[in-house]
């Protein structure tokens, strides 16, 4: 089990599990970044915007953790509290299959200087370490060059190309899907796979 308060750490930014007392944070966050976040995301009604809305997410997000669904992490510049961002790991599917779908946002402003390839590496560490997961899988539209550059950087291939995949934003998108499993990340960090 993952502490709530435990910090992982990066050169520029950590992650910490979001609880009920990122209520504000997390509000301030998605507001803030409403316009530049909504080509990439699924229509979010006003009402997604309101402390309550935010409130029960989070209380949401702790209940999937605590049924070991999802696990969904602030990403925090180093040295700050300030809310950067958010990444997932959601649904993750024990047994034979040991899987995660990988999620994440970042504040506008801070785009484009190598926080959410830090904070994607952290992620990795904590599914392949404490999650103990197998695989991880990411998705995303083929003109979100910037994503994509992410997953590359941190050891993700292509697998294949869904058509109309999600709804985003009002609209069916298509998205390219990205994996990465344990065996792969320890040749990319380790030099080769460990036993």
């Given at each position: 089990?993952?502490d709530s308060y435990e910090r992982y750490s990066g050169d520029c930014v950590y992650l910490r599990l979001l609880t009920e007392l990122d ?82 946002a970042l504040a506008e402003n801070l785009g484009g200087q190598g926080r959410m390839t830090e904070a994607v590496r952290l992620i990795l ?71």
């Amino acid at each position: 089990m993952i502490d709530s308060y435990e910090r992982y750490s990066g050169d520029c930014v950590y992650l910490r599990l979001l609880t009920e007392l990122d209520t504000d944070a997390l509000l301030a966050f998605r507001t803030q970044n409403r316009d530049f976040l909504r080509p990439f995301e699924p229509a979010q009604a006003d009402e997604h915007f309101t402390k309550e809305h935010v409130r029960s997410l989070l209380s949401r997000w702790t209940a999937e953790r605590e049924a070991d669904a999802s696990y969904s992490f602030g990403i925090f510049e180093s040295g700050s509290e300030q809310l950067a961002g958010t990444i997932r790991l959601s649904g993750i599917v024990r047994g034979a299959f040991q899987n995660a779908m990988l999620g994440y946002a970042l504040a506008e402003n801070l785009g484009g200087q190598g926080r959410m390839t830090e904070a994607v590496r952290l992620i990795l560490e904590i599914a392949f370490g404490p999650l103990q997961l197998h695989r991880v899988q990411a998705n995303a539209m083929p003109r979100n060059v910037r994503s994509l550059r992410v997953l590359e950087k941190n050891g993700f291939r292509r697998e294949g190309y869904a058509p109309r995949y999600l709804c985003i934003n009002g609209g069916w998108e298509d998205h390219i899907c990205c994996a990465i499993t344990v065996e792969d990340y320890e040749i990319i960090r380790f030099g080769r796979f460990r036993l």
